[in-house]
């Protein structure tokens, strides 16, 4: 139990053998005892304003939600995907080398060493509270060897996100750029769960964290004053994210990555779900966003995503260890 928990602190999903103990954990969570379902535009609506910091009593200002669709339709349509960063190939060549059952931590060390800023996020974590170790660990195979597969999976896919997110230097862009890292390193955790129980978590986690590709891009197209302004119309979230979806699974196909997690990407915002790789994208959003929602006391803590008390339970599951995670960050940095 211990050992599951320090994995899912670092944001290793259980093994497929645990899965049963993981069940169990999530059907340990409590429910909420009024639970409210909130449907997916209403947790669109609630999240992109917390991330632009619309005031609560911010007014729906007429026509400025439709304006706004409309220029940052035109000025996306336009954009020249050659100008964004380009995915390092060291992910995709380190995904395949994990669904490898013969690689060793040699091996991906070899690969992980050609990039000096993801060595050294691998060591920092692998010397990190989750892991409890008397020695500190130096050297990249044996950080490799601490944090296992699913752990050098997720340090390395983050890793290489985080800087895209945050790339708004502005007083308000820096803050929604941790916001938005704050929810795709919860989606991508989430991810990685969801799909140990049934799917493929390096092309899902993969899939979480090119996700946030076009929002960020979007949240640079526009002043952030009055996409604020216009986040207080609530119809104006779930288009802003369709929007972003596209702009998301565009990038993933000037990436060269396959056409699954393309049509994933596109249909992250919806309700239907194409195939278990899109719904379980779908999944993690949504938990995510309620996750981030509920860590800033932004969103009634009686609000679950599905009607279905076995969902909830599961849900209620995850959402309990994403907290737990932050605590114990949180408590780190102290």
Known sequence: MLKRFLQRLQG????????????????????????????????AAGFLRHLLDTAPAEAVADGLADDMIDRLGTVAGRLDLARLPRLPALVPQLLAA???????ANALAAMVGRDPTLAGAVVRSANSVHYSRSTTVSALPQAISVIGNEGLRFVVLTSVMR??????????GA??????????????????ALAARGGDPGQAQLASIIASTGTAALLRMMPHALLAQAAADPTFAPRFFHLAADLSARTAAHWRLDAALQQALLKMPGDAAPSPLAATLATADALSMLHVLRAAEAIDTDAVLSADPALQQVHAGLLRTLAAMDAAEDAAAA
């Open 175 to 192: 803050r929604a750029g941790q916001c938005l890292v704050a929810q795709s390193e919860a989606r991508t955790w989430a991810c990685g």
């Open 98 to 104: 994990l669904r490898r059952d013969d690689v060793d």
């Open 12 to 43: 290793r999903p259980a093994r497929r053998e645990e899965n049963a103990g993981a069940t169990a954990d999530a059907a340990d969570a409590p429910l909420a005892t009024n639970a409210v379902v909130i449907d997916r535009d209403r947790l």
């Open 163 to 172: 800087p895209i997110l945050q790339a708004d230097p502005s007083r308000q």
